[in-house]
T-cell receptor, first 111, second 113 residues
Framework: KNEVEQSPQNLTAQEGEFITINCSYS?????LHWLQQHPGGGIVSLFMLSSGKKKHGRLIATINIQEKHSSLHITASHPRDSAVYIC?????????????FGEGTQLTVNP | EAQVTQNPRYLITVTGKKLTVTCSQN?????MSWYRQDPGLGLRQIYY???????DKGDVPEGYKVSRKEKRNFPLILESPSPNQTSLYFC????????????FGQGTRLTVV
């Protein structure tokens, strides 16, 4: 069993739909990261959470430390949101470079 | 602009021919890491460094070497590449403080034939 698990693995949506990607982890963490990887391959950091909720534009990330679960929500989805979304856990006491990754969720948003 | 720069972006090489993938960051970060990404396996850590001259193995270190002689640079060395090292490689850096964002390079797509 992976220490970080994401669901779903693949997600297809119509433009405008509300999207949720889930991440569960089994290790103690100091932070949970959400990353985005576009078809060109580069990875960018979307959020880093240690508690509560963060919002950036149409993206919202939440974390429940007790349940060891995080969600990434995209409101009013758009084709440009099509990408792989990856959650990653920072072990307790470690920095962002010691990450354990989920396998990623391939999101496709159709016009 | 804060960035992590990897070179080359694409590389095709032959089995056994030593190669180096360079990684440089301009943010004065202490922590740097190398990851490989393979279909169905996701991202896995190869090596990481907590500061100059301090490196340690990650989850999949076999067949790789690293060095950290300067804070900004963290090259990945494949002394004798093999086809199973064909992969997409990422370098990342972050500050030493806990709960800090990781910055990733653009990736290096390596093919070993």
């Amino acid at each position: 069993k992976n220490e970080v698990e994401q669901s779903p693995q693949n997600l297809t949506a119509q433009e405008g739909e509300f999207i949720t990607i889930n991440c569960s982890y089994s290790v103690g963490i100091s932070a949970l990261h959400w990353l985005q990887q576009h078809p060109g391959g580069g990875i960018v950091s979307l959020f880093m959470l240690s508690s509560g909720k963060k919002k950036h534009g149409r993206l919202i990330a939440t974390i429940n430390i007790q349940e060891k679960h995080s969600s990434l929500h995209i409101t009013a989805s758009h084709p440009r949101d099509s990408a792989v979304y990856i959650c990653a856990a920072s072990p307790l006491g470690a920095s962002g470079s010691r990450l354990t990754f989920g396998e990623g969720t391939q999101l496709t948003v159709n016009p | 602009e804060a960035q992590v720069t990897q070179n080359p972006r694409y590389l095709i090489t032959v089995t056994g021919k030593k190669l180096t993938v360079t990684c440089s960051q301009n943010m004065n970060h202490e922590y740097m890491s190398w990851y490989r990404q393979d279909p169905g396996l996701g991202l896995r850590q190869i090596y990481y460094s907590m500061n100059v001259e301090v490196t340690d193995k990650g989850d999949v270190p076999e067949g790789y070497k690293v060095s950290r002689k300067e804070k900004r640079n963290f090259p990945l060395i494949l002394e004798s590449p093999s086809p199973n090292q064909t992969s997409l490689y990422f370098c990342a850096s972050s500050a030493r403080t806990a709960n800090t964002e990781a910055f990733f390079g653009q990736g290096t797509r390596l093919t070993v034939v």
